[in-house]
Nanobody, 115 residues
């Protein structure tokens, strides 16, 4: 199983980015999938996720109304659309999938928001 995250970069405050996480060896639509982030000197924290059947989503309070998680079943990919970015959103973003075989993580993609 491999998860490949991409789409990070440098953006000014108020800007937008879209992160992608493509998977091989696992069908993302069958499992709980989501995004976490880790800022320098801080612990990894939850950002957004789909439930196991994709019927609902959840978001951290800090990103509600600004970030949207979505997925493309055909591409076996999940996305994180991030709007109205703030400097405090600066972090390495990780995608993950919680499966019956274990929890898998992507390699992380760095998002830097300048003020």
């Amino acid at each position: 199983v491999q998860l490949q995250a991409s789409g990070g970069g440098l953006v000014q405050a108020g800007g937008s980015l879209r992160l992608s996480c493509s998977a091989s060896g696992v069908t993302l639509g069958r499992y709980v999938t989501g995004w976490f982030r880790q800022a320098p000197g801080k612990e990894r924290e939850f950002v957004a996720a789909f439930t196991w059947n994709g019927a609902s989503t959840g978001y951290a309070d800090s990103v509600k109304g600004r970030f949207t998680i979505s997925r493309d079943h055909a591409k076996n990919t999940i996305y994180l659309q991030m709007n109205s970015l703030k400097p405090e959103d600066t972090a390495v973003y990780y995608c993950n999938a919680v499966t019956r075989y274990g929890t898998y993580w992507g390699q992380g993609t760095l998002v830097t928001v300048s003020s």
